[in-house]
C-alpha cells in the first residue's frame, strides 16, 4: 500500500524535491534533468511540460518513452535497500533515479552517475 502512494504523488511535487537534494550540493538543474533524461528517455521539451501537468509519479515510469537499458547497472543502496534487489519494477525504476540524484548530490561526476 505505501508504494500506491508513492506511485500517485504528482510529479511536480517530487521533481522539486529531487532538485533540490541536488542543489543544496552545489549541482545544476540541468545535471539533474540530464540524469532523468538518461534514465527515461524523455526529451527536455517533454520534462519540462510532464513537471507541469498533473502527471503520477509511477506513471511518469511506465510511460517513459525509452528507459536506459544502463540503467540495470545501477548498483547500491538507498533508503537502505539494494536496488538491485527490489522486485517490485515500477519502484526499482523510481529507486534507480533517486540513487542517480544520491550519486550526484554526493559529488560524483556527471560521466560516472550516467553509466554508459
Do not use: H
Request: charged share 30%; with cysteine; glycine share 6%.
Amino acid at each position: 500500500m505505501e508504494n500506491e502512494k508513492v506511485y500517485a504523488m504528482p510529479l511536480g511535487k517530487v521533481y522539486p524535491l529531487l532538485l533540490n537534494k541536488a542543489l543544496k550540493k552545489g549541482r545544476t538543474k540541468e545535471e539533474v534533468d540530464t540524469v532523468i533524461q538518461w534514465l527515461t528517455g524523455y526529451t527536455p521539451e517533454a520534462l519540462a511540460a510532464l513537471v507541469e501537468s498533473p502527471m503520477e509519479y509511477g506513471r511518469f515510469f511506465q510511460e517513459a518513452p525509452a528507459p536506459n537499458p544502463n540503467r540495470r547497472r545501477i548498483t547500491g543502496t538507498i533508503c537502505g535497500v539494494r536496488v538491485e534487489d527490489i522486485q517490485e519494477p515500477l519502484m526499482q525504476e523510481i529507486r534507480y533515479l533517486d540513487k542517480l540524484i544520491d550519486e550526484l548530490a554526493k559529488g560524483k561526476p556527471l560521466e560516472k552517475v550516467l553509466r554508459d
